[in-house]
């Protein structure tokens, strides 16, 4: 079975850009979360989304948004890109939501505003 | 509020013990143990519950101290292929339907032969 996939695996951008991020989760997966990774850091949580609803948010400003489709694909969107912004950015992919459950993660994007 | 991992890094000879540390400020629900290794994808290990259910791999061993907010991953009989950055994830009690993650700092283990 194919694991958490991600696209692209690199990215750069110019500040004031907007990137789109995807992520498909582990088939039968209807749970997709996002995470950033700056370097020397645990990974930072973003949104979750569960059956494209969205079931949690961490402290990201506005730029950031994101939404998940039918088949359970996830799109991460960040608006006016700053330079702080330069990280890995990971999508994380379980069955359900909620607590107790295993998250597989994908292999990340990196993103790097110049 | 993230919670605190100690040791910061540890070095071990291959075949010996390690203890990290896993601490937080707020009562928490669950604790979510991962491994990532250089470029890769962090790997889940473990998962403990108040209460004191776990999930997770047979070869590691975890504990959860509810009193005191606290959980230590347990590595025993080291190999090479432990060598990576632990993290730990605490959930928070009053999540409810909303779901938030935090991950600590990370330990950096790295064995030697």
């Known amino acids: 079975d194919a694991g958490v996939t991600q696209s692209p695996t690199h990215l750069i951008k110019t500040r004031g850009q907007h990137v789109t991020l995807r992520c498909s989760p582990i088939?039968?997966?209807?749970?997709v979360s996002w995470y950033q990774q700056v370097l020397g850091q645990g990974p930072q949580f973003i949104f979750q989304?569960?059956?494209?609803?969205?079931?949690g948010r961490g402290n990201f400003p506005d730029r950031f948004s994101a939404r998940q489709f039918p088949n359970y694909s996830s799109e991460l969107n960040v608006n006016a890109l700053l330079l702080g912004d330069s990280a890995l950015y990971l999508c994380?992919?379980?069955?359900?939501?909620?607590?107790?459950?295993?998250?597989?993660f994908g292999q990340g994007t990196r993103l790097t505003v110049v | 509020q993230q919670p605190v991992q100690s040791p910061q890094a540890v070095i071990l000879r291959e075949g010996e013990d390690a203890v990290i540390n896993c601490s937080s400020s707020k009562a928490l629900y669950s604790v979510h143990w991962y491994r990532q290794k250089h470029g890769e994808a962090p790997v889940f290990l473990m998962i403990?519950?108040?209460?004191?259910e776990q999930k997770g791999h047979e070869k590691i061993s975890a504990s959860f101290n509810e009193k005191k907010q606290q959980s230590s991953l347990y590595l025993t009989a080291s190999q090479l292929s432990y060598s990576g950055t632990y993290f730990c994830?605490?959930?928070?009690?009053?999540?409810?339907?909303?779901?938030?993650?935090?991950f600590g700092k990370g330990t950096l283990l790295t064995v030697n032969p």
């Open positions: 994830g605490t959930e928070g009690v009053s999540g409810g339907s909303n779901y938030k993650l935090t």
């Open positions: 088939s039968g997966h209807k749970s």
């Open positions: 403990l519950l108040k209460g004191g």
């Open positions: 989304y569960y059956e494209k609803e969205e079931r």
């Open positions: 994380a992919s379980s069955f359900m939501t909620g607590v107790a459950t295993e998250a597989f």
